[in-house]
């Protein structure tokens, strides 16, 4: 955070619907990088000032979008009716009291980060302006307001006459590559004198905020514009194509930010890693995988191709093959998964315990060493350490009614094509004999076998050849 005299705020237009989006949800809790678009916003405005000098401005399906980001601690602030970006600020007048300077934000501009919103304050700042805008030359700026600069002697000066919005432009007009990237710094004070003379003379028929820069310029007071070392950063989202770009974009640069610290990531560009996800030393990330959520990966572990990871904590050296699905679960130091293995929530996985293929597991705990390697359901169970699950193992822990638990003890031995009939318990040591149906607890030490006994009827095979062959 950093520290200056004078007091900011920053505000955050996200009253608006998205009408370009064709969707039911409002435009800025649609998701990128694994959070809504204002939630980005939020976090590089965080950098700048405390999350109590935030206020996003909300309206269209406003209850929804305060839910979504009350957790940040930020405030809000209510436009009943969107009429535009001038109207709201002027609804956010009272909010500002008492602060001397004012950041705006867009919620539908989502790639922003906090050094450069510092950049238009600390110029805002050093060039004594009423209002700075940060401006961009895109390749296309087609559909953004332009940007209109004095110019002194036949040159350009970094003051500003206007923005003229897409619609209004005139033909020779359309060329004009600088454009409003529709984030600014204002002194309060100059912003609410002359705010309340914007009209809605225009295509919309709306307050634009931009409409105040010829207004502040009449009066004397300085408008400035900074251009944006990365045009990137004030991409906005306005349709369904431009989310996929930025979604595109951000994970991309997380990609980056990983590599460049410590992790090695190949086809960056087919793998989806959320904005929150961490990434220890010295770890593999194979092609053609999701890192989901709050995901945490210790070190000098693999992540093997088409695995789908969700809000999970993995250890360090970790090894998870091919296909696997994990969710919401640990995942201890040396375990190893896969290929094709399911840890559904609230899975902890041992250190150095292994899940096999088609393994499924939820609510289960598998201690130190053990193993259920082979097409295996575990659910709602406790397992204690050097335990070996065999193949076909199934844990019975619904009878349509209740879910009941399941424990095996240490060093047990469950033998392949076992059921254990929850709630039911085996003890230390013991071993229950494969083909088993296990309804009462197993004691320490003890072998269960529950099975029908074999009997071999020979020569059966040979005599119903004969007999089969005598009916031809
Ligand atoms: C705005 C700028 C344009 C700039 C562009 C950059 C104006 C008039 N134009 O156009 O010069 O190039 O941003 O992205 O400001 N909002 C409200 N309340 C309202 C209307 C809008 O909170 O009544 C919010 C929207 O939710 C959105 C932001 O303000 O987050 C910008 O509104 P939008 O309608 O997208 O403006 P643009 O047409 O993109
Ligand atoms: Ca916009």
Same mark, same amino acid.
């Given at each position: 955070?950093?520290?200056?005299?004078?007091?900011?705020?920053?505000?955050?237009?996200?009253a @608006?619907?998205?009408?370009?989006l064709?969707?039911?949800?409002?435009?800025?809790?649609?998701?990128? &990088?694994?959070?809504?678009?204002?939630?980005?916003?939020?976090?590089?405005?965080?950098?700048? #000032?405390?999350?109590?000098?935030?206020?996003? $401005?909300i309206?269209?399906?406003?209850?929804?979008?305060?839910?979504?980001?009350?957790?940040?601690?930020?405030?809000?602030?209510?436009?009943?009716?969107?009429?535009?970006?001038?109207?709201?600020?002027?609804?956010?007048?009272?909010?500002?009291?008492?602060?001397?300077? +004012?950041?705006?934000?867009?919620?539908?501009?989502?790639?922003?980060?906090?050094?450069?919103?510092?950049?238009?304050?600390?110029?805002?700042?050093?060039?004594?302006?009423?209002? *700075?805008?940060?401006?961009?030359?895109?390749?296309?700026?087609?559909?953004? @307001?332009? =940007?209109?600069?004095?110019?002194?002697?036949?040159?350009?000066?970094?003051? #500003?006459?206007?923005?003229?919005?897409?619609?209004?432009?005139?033909?020779?007009?359309?060329?004009?590559?600088e454009?409003?990237?529709?984030?600014?710094?204002?002194? #309060?004070?100059?912003?609410?004198?002359?705010?309340?003379?914007?009209?809605?003379?225009?295509?919309?028929?709306?307050?634009?905020?931009?409409? +105040?820069?010829?207004?502040?310029?009449?009066?004397?007071?300085?408008?400035?514009?900074?251009?944006?070392?990365?045009s990137?950063?004030?991409?906005?989202?306005?349709?369904?194509?431009?989310?996929?770009?930025?979604?595109?974009?951000?994970?991309?640069?997380?990609?980056?930010?990983?590599?460049?610290?410590?992790?090695?990531?190949?086809?960056?560009?087919?793998?989806?890693?959320?904005?929150?996800?961490? $990434?220890? *030393?010295?770890?593999?990330?194979?092609?053609?995988?999701?890192?989901?959520?709050?995901t945490? $990966?210790?070190?000098?572990?693999? =992540?093997?191709?088409y695995?789908?990871?969700?809000?999970?904590?993995?250890?360090?050296?970790?090894?998870?093959?091919?296909g696997?699905?994990?969710?919401?679960?640990? +995942?201890?130091?040396?375990?190893?998964?896969?290929?094709?293995?399911?840890?559904?929530?609230?899975?902890?996985?041992?250190?150095?315990?292994?899940?096999?293929?088609?393994?499924?597991?939820?609510?289960?705990?598998?201690?130190?060493?053990?193993?259920?390697?082979h097409? *295996?359901?575990?659910?709602?169970?406790?397992?204690?350490?050097?335990?070996?699950v065999?193949?076909?193992?199934?844990?019975?822990n619904?009878?349509?009614?209740?879910?009941?638990? *399941?424990?095996?003890?240490?060093g047990?031995?469950? @033998?392949?094509?076992?059921?254990?009939?929850?709630?039911?318990r085996?003890?230390?040591?013991?071993?229950?004999?494969?083909?088993?149906c #296990?309804?009462?607890?197993?004691?320490?030490?003890?072998?269960?076998?529950?099975?029908?006994?074999?009997?071999?009827?020979? &020569?059966?095979?040979?005599?119903?050849r004969?007999?089969?062959?005598?009916?031809?």
């Amino acid at each position: 955070m950093t520290k200056t005299s004078a007091t900011f705020a920053i505000v955050i237009l996200a009253a @608006g619907k998205g009408t370009r989006l064709k969707s039911r949800r409002p435009k800025v809790l649609h998701g990128i &990088g694994g959070r809504p678009l204002l939630a980005h916003v939020v976090a590089a405005a965080s950098k700048v #000032v405390p999350a109590d000098n935030i206020f996003a $401005i909300i309206g269209y399906e406003a209850d929804k979008v305060r839910a979504a980001l009350e957790s940040s601690g930020i405030g809000f602030v209510l436009q009943r009716e969107q009429r535009g970006t001038g109207h709201a600020m002027m609804e956010a007048a009272e909010a500002l009291k008492g602060f001397d300077h +004012v950041l705006v934000l867009s919620g539908d501009v989502p790639l922003i980060t906090g050094e450069t919103i510092a950049r238009v304050r600390d110029f805002h700042l050093g060039r004594g302006a009423a209002m *700075t805008i940060l401006t961009a030359e895109p390749t296309d700026p087609t559909g953004y @307001g332009r =940007i209109f600069r004095k110019t002194a002697d036949g040159n350009q000066t970094d003051e #500003v006459a206007r923005i003229v919005e897409q619609k209004a432009l005139r033909n020779n007009e359309a060329e004009q590559r600088e454009i409003n990237s529709g984030i600014y710094a204002f002194a #309060v004070g100059p912003l609410y004198a002359h705010i309340g003379k914007i009209g809605t003379d225009n295509a919309h028929g709306e307050y634009y905020l931009t409409d +105040v820069v010829p207004l502040l310029d009449k009066a004397g007071e300085k408008v400035v514009a900074l251009r944006a070392e990365d045009s990137n950063e004030v991409l906005g989202v306005n349709t369904r194509m431009e989310l996929a770009e930025l979604d595109a974009k951000l994970r991309a640069r997380k990609a980056r930010e990983l590599m460049l610290a410590g992790t090695t990531i190949f086809r960056p560009e087919t793998c989806d890693i959320d904005e929150d996800v961490e $990434i220890g *030393t010295d770890t593999v990330i194979e092609p053609c995988v999701q890192l989901i959520g709050k995901t945490k $990966i210790g070190a000098d572990c693999r =992540i093997r191709s088409y695995s789908v990871i969700s809000n999970c904590e993995i250890g360090d050296k970790v090894l998870i093959r091919p296909g696997c699905m994990l969710e919401d679960s640990i +995942v201890r130091d040396g375990a190893e998964l896969g290929p094709y293995s399911h840890l559904r929530p609230g899975s902890d996985i041992g250190e150095g315990a292994h899940v096999g293929n088609f393994v499924e597991t939820k609510k289960t705990r598998l201690g130190k060493r053990s193993k259920a390697n082979h097409l *295996t359901y575990l659910g709602d169970a406790e397992i204690g350490e050097g335990v070996n699950v065999g193949a076909g193992t199934i844990t019975c822990n619904y009878d349509g009614t209740n879910k009941t638990k *399941t424990i095996i003890d240490d060093g047990a031995f469950i @033998g392949s094509d076992t059921t254990l009939v929850a709630p039911v318990r085996v003890g230390r040591n013991s071993y229950v004999a494969a083909a088993t149906c #296990v309804t009462e607890d197993v004691p320490e030490d003890a072998l269960a076998i529950g099975r029908a006994p074999q009997a071999n009827k020979e &020569g059966w095979a040979k005599e119903r050849r004969a007999r089969v062959k005598k009916q031809k």
